[in-house]
């Protein structure tokens, strides 16, 4: 699966989505906003399953302030995840000529090339979107950025790389407090040992995983980890049976 895994002012996933957006304190509020707080609000959209309503909000949003390049990338994100390729690229694409420094861009193209699986093409947008994120010093962007490239060099059976990477996003997520994220890169680092042939390290990975699913009531997260190694079981056998 992909990682494309706000706390805004303290509120819920669920508080930002009810939220009336077109009422001063909630608009002023993601003007202002970081990255973070524009992905937690695509998550909510794509939880409600209102790909069409997020795209309008972002685009909206983008229209009454031009230099607001997260608008945008928030637009072509929830076009992504609604399987809309075609116009998240053009979104995306849009960013970028907005602002060729900013990272947003370049980070949504990387995904959107990670989707149709082309990865060169996604490992260079994901390498440039690191460099500026680095340099912009968002530090929930970088970690998601590193967890993109795990991803790409793992389905390109680079798994030293994938690993490394990985693992600095891990370590990044960690420092954030980001629960979710931190399940999510457990899992994957999983996977990778999996596909190196390192099953001790795997399962260690697997189990903290699911322990940390299950503590953090993260449930749905914890389903999809058991889906997915149920499916590996069938297709590898015995010994990486990991299920707990």
Known sequence: ???????FKQKTAYEIYQCDWSSDVCSSDLEEGSYKDYRTLVDAYEKNRKFEEGHEFFQSLFQSHHDNT???YGSGLIDLKGNFFEQAQKTFQKALKQNPEAPEGYKGLSES???????PKAIDYATRA???????????MEADILGNLAQMYYLDKQYN????????????HVELDST??????????ARIYSAMGKYEEAQQFFVEAINLAET???????ARIHGFWAKHYQDYGD???FMV
């Open 161 to 172: 790389k994938a690993l490394i990477f990985q693992d600095h996003a891990l370590s990044q």
């Open 70 to 72: 997260l608008a945008l």
């Open 113 to 119: 090339y990670l989707m149709m699986q082309d990865l």
């Open 180 to 189: 979710k994220d931190v399940i999510i890169d457990k899992a994957t680092m």
């Open 239 to 241: 010994n990486t049976n």
């Open 130 to 140: 690191m460099e500026l994120a680095k340099g912009r010093k968002d530090t929930q």
């Open 1 to 7: 699966w992909l990682m494309f895994f706000f706390f």
């Open 216 to 222: 953090s009531k993260e449930y749905a997260i914890k």
